[in-house]
């Protein structure tokens, strides 16, 4: 026969008292709180609504309620786990909002911790208790709801984040959580807690630019807006490049660096062929080649020519191309090849079968009376009359 789990509270050694897929709730409360189980599991299907997401990892998540001293409520959260502790521990808004209150901080830590203290978490709680009381009052305790809502609605941060809840709904924060959940960042690789850095980041993620008068500390909409555009950028370079490892610990300037790759372009007889291409650049046949980047950008140049490329795989296409070399790097056969190309100095050559001086020899022109003759050579020695 199975025996029920059992852990310390304070001084306390408490059973189990209540368990599902989702949760597995102690207590040391001297009375029945059997009203909070399907409470806290109906709290958490609507968080799972309102943020498109649910803390899986976690799952059962441990929730302690602790009996404590007379008048008096408190709550925290950890790693995978959360509690409160109360005296009593009965149907009021405290209880209500508050439970809740760090269930949203269990499902956000759960994507990320290290939310910022001065606006989002912990010293200040205003997105917690805001989600806490819209689900709260979802699921029909009204007045409890309302009653916790008027305790907040003159702080500033609190009105704010209910102010962008109305004009967006929750898609926007569904978004933002899509987002985190599918880029990995963790905030605490984002600077110091707070820091300008580590808020404009999290307002990047969140889509949202601050208005004068906002009350959203360090908010500065320039950093946002290059935050943004360095993820834009960076949905078109695959996962393995360093500038994702740099954006994801909080240089965006990395991805917003415009590094490029050089190429220098010829196309020559196939004579040559295992040759460095620079190196006969002079007899280079002028093909036009198609050159087709990692973003699917595509132009066509004629050769010799050095241009610049986006670091990455790189298409080169040419009619008539016999073969292709990558100078130092290997040979491709036929009309079209495929390169990785992240230097500034690649040199990359199409050759064809067509006639041409062949590599070593020299083309010489000697003149008789009225005649002239083109040979190759291996040397020419020139003497004097």
């Given amino acids: 026969m199975s025996r029920l789990r059992r852990i310390r509270l304070g001084d306390n050694i408490v059973d189990l008292r209540y368990r599902s897929a989702r949760f597995e709730i ?6 029945s709180i059997e009203w909070f189980y399907q409470f806290i599991e ?22 302690e309620i602790k009996h404590g001293q007379p008048g008096g409520i408190g709550g925290w959260t950890a790693e995978g786990r959360f509690g409160v502790e109360a005296n009593p521990f009965t149907w009021n808004r405290w209880c209500l909002c508050i439970s809740v209150q760090e269930l949203v901080n269990l499902f956000t830590g759960s994507l990320s911790g290290g939310w910022p203290v001065d606006w989002w978490a912990d010293h200040k709680s205003p997105f917690p208790i805001m989600a806490s009381i819209e689900a709260v009052f979802a699921l029909g305790f009204k ?7 008027e305790d907040f609605a003159k702080d500033p941060l ?15 924060f569904q978004t933002m959580f899509a987002n985190v959940r599918k880029d990995g960042i963790k905030w605490d690789d984002i600077d110091g807690n707070p820091s ?8 990047s993620y969140l889509d949202i630019s601050p208005l004068p008068g906002d009350p959203i500390p360090n908010a500065d909409n320039a950093m946002i807006d290059q935050i943004c555009e360095a993820h834009l950028k960076l949905q078109s370079i695959p996962r393995g490049d360093p500038r994702w490892c740099e954006f994801l610990h909080g240089n965006y300037r990395a991805a917003l660096d415009e590094k490029q790759a050089t190429i ?5 007889p196939i004579g040559y062929l295992g040759s460095r291409p620079s190196s006969f650049a002079a007899h280079d046949l002028g093909k036009f080649v198609s050159v087709t980047d990692q973003t699917g950008k ?3 140049w004629s050769t010799p020519i050095k241009i610049q490329v986006p670091p990455g795989p790189v298409t080169f296409h040419c009619p008539g191309a016999k073969k292709w070399d990558h100078y130092g ?17 690649a040199e990359v050559a199409a050759f064809f079968e067509e006639s041409g001086p062949q590599p070593g020899k020299l083309t010489v022109t000697i003149r008789r009376g009225t005649a002239t003759e083109t040979v190759e050579a291996d040397e020419v020695q020139i003497r004097s009359k």
Wanted: glycine share 6%.
């Fill in 143 to 149: 007045q409890e709801a309302q009653s916790h809502h």
């Fill in 264 to 268: 220098r372009l010829f196309s020559l």
């Fill in 329 to 345: 790097i290997g040979w491709r056969d036929g009309e079209q090849a495929t390169y990785d190309i992240r230097t500034d100095s």
């Fill in 42 to 63: 109906n709290a958490y299907g609507k968080l799972q609504e309102f943020f498109g997401f649910e803390p899986t990892r976690y799952l059962p998540i441990r929730c």
């Fill in 158 to 172: 609190y009105a704010w984040f209910r102010r962008i809840l109305e004009a967006n709904g929750w898609p926007l």
């Fill in 298 to 300: 595509k132009n066509s």
């Fill in 196 to 203: 300008k850095l580590r808020t404009n980041y999290t307002l």
């Fill in 26 to 31: 102690y207590s040391d409360t001297p009375y």
